[in-house]
């Protein structure tokens, strides 16, 4: 099988992810809960033989190249085809309290270069951006929304400074006929972006198009509460893992892990503790884990990635949601 993907951080992941203390080193559960194509636990099984794995992924298309991929370690893994936002919401009973979590938020380059679905402008595919084969796609959003919502979505997720130009055009286009491509999209945006910052370090309409993938599937919506139910789910001494891929997903992923750290994480004003006062987390990455200058080089996808690591110590209560954006 022809693997298009190269996992980000690996090494990282292996050694702040690695299973500690006796009775993890003879037995562990870890839950890829962004499968992929299965690069991360594909180097996790074969390093430590006490992991058995559970693979999640809403993506069956890509769920059935991780089967092919990590069809040796057959009898250590188990497949769930679902988002891991509902995966740990309804934790199944069936299986044991992970050791280990791993998520990786980046979308796979199967899905840009090989899905079909209209990920990278640099294709001409029908603009669907879905991992899943339900829900609001892409081509919904940009010929549906109207001018400000639009430029709206464009600027939050993507932080596009000229996400209202890039809407009008949008809207001034559609009205000739649908957006129905990601080729067609792409030359929208290049027309209607000033010619210096048509030739800049990133093509003009990545930012566009990550937020509108971004929004297709939840990514930012669905995350602190994801992250939350995940850190619910481990065994005390697990330990969980995040790599993120930009400003946005990382803000949410620090402060979470923030809180988890924080003795108390009561605002200012509430003269009474209300959320039990006790530290959660053990914070193993002060900073952000960045790649090296050589995998940046060898895997450029990998530029933008960082890796947070926690170990839990105690139950989270809900307050510790609060104040993560």
């Given amino acids: 099988m022809e693997v298009v993907h190269t996992p980000v951080l690996l090494n990282e992941c292996l050694s702040f992810l690695s299973p500690e203390g006796e009775e993890y080193e003879n037995h562990c559960l870890m839950i890829d809960s962004t499968m992929g194509e299965g690069g991360h636990s594909y180097n996790f099984l074969k390093k430590y033989p006490s992991i058995n794995l559970v693979g999640l992924d809403a993506d069956s298309m890509i769920q059935q190249r991780a089967k092919e991929r990590l069809s040796e370690f057959s009898s250590r893994v188990k497949f769930y085809n679902i988002w891991s936002k509902d995966f740990y919401s309804n934790y199944p009973q069936e299986l044991e ?22 990920f990278s402008f640099r294709n001409d595919e029908p ?59 792409a030359q929208i945006i290049w027309d209607c972006v000033p010619s210096n910052y048509r030739y800049g370090n990133i093509h003009p309409a990545t930012r566009t198009f990550q937020a509108l993938r971004i929004a297709v599937n939840g990514e930012l919506k669905n995350l602190p509460l994801m992250l939350h139910n995940a850190f619910k789910c481990l065994v005390p001494g697990g330990k969980m893992g995040v790599i993120t891929f930009h400003s946005l997903e990382d803000r949410i992923v620090k402060n979470y892990f923030r809180n988890l750290g924080k003795k108390c994480v009561c605002p ?11 530290q959660c987390a053990e914070i193993l990455t002060r900073k952000p884990v960045v790649p090296t200058k050589q995998e940046i080089e060898s895997n450029s996808p990998s530029r933008s990635a960082k890796l947070r690591v ?11 949601l609060e104040g993560v954006e």
């Fill in 268 to 278: 200012p004003e509430v003269a009474v503790c209300r959320c039990g006062g006790k």
């Fill in 127 to 185: 603009l669907d951006m879905r991992l899943s084969s339900s829900g609001t796609s892409a081509a919904d959003l940009v010929n549906d929304l109207n001018e400000k919502e639009l430029a709206d979505l464009i600027y939050l997720y993507g932080e596009e400074k000229f996400s209202r130009r890039i809407a009008a055009a949008i809207v001034e286009k559609r009205n000739g006929g649908r957006i129905e491509s990601s080729s067609n999209l």
């Fill in 310 to 320: 926690v170990r839990k110590i105690a139950e989270p209560t809900e307050y510790h």
């Fill in 97 to 118: 309290k992970p050791s280990l979590i791993l998520f990786d938020l980046g979308i796979s380059v199967f899905h840009y270069e090989k899905s079909g679905r209209g």
